[in-house]
């Protein structure tokens, strides 16, 4: 079985720094794609950034600058620092890999920024 546990959101002001963390078990991680994604409020679920199991990265315009996606293959965590952390980045941060013919979510780490 394939799980996804997301942890590391929180309340940040405006202009601080997070660094959310998603471990992975029930998978040869090293050879997985993870992506991160959020959700925001009332709006549709968007990829935000996008890691291979080679350590290509891509990310969301949005984002670019500002977010960095990584893994540790030996702790089988992928990760997304985020920093110049702004209003509009409030959401819920969901960690995804597509394992088995199926897409896989974790339960998201919520993200609040707000003075």
Do not use: H
Not at 15 to 27: D, E, K, P, V
Not at 37 to 57: C, F, H, M
Not at 80 to 91: C, F, G, M, R
Not at 93 to 101: D, L, M, P, R, V
């Amino acid at each position: 079985q394939v799980e996804l546990v997301e942890s590391g959101g929180g309340l940040v002001q405006p202009g601080g720094s997070l660094r959310l963390s998603c471990a992975a078990s029930g998978i040869n991680f090293s050879i997985y794609n993870m992506d991160w994604y959020r959700q925001a409020p009332g709006k549709q679920r968007e990829l935000v950034a996008g890691i291979t199991g080679g350590g290509s990265t891509n990310y969301a315009d949005s984002v670019k600058g500002r977010f960095t996606i990584s893994r540790d293959n030996a702790k089988n965590t992928v990760y997304l620092q985020i920093n110049s952390l702004k209003p509009e980045d409030t959401a819920v941060y969901y960690c995804n890999t597509a394992a088995f013919g199926s897409s896989v979510w974790g339960q998201g780490t919520q993200v609040t920024v707000s003075s």
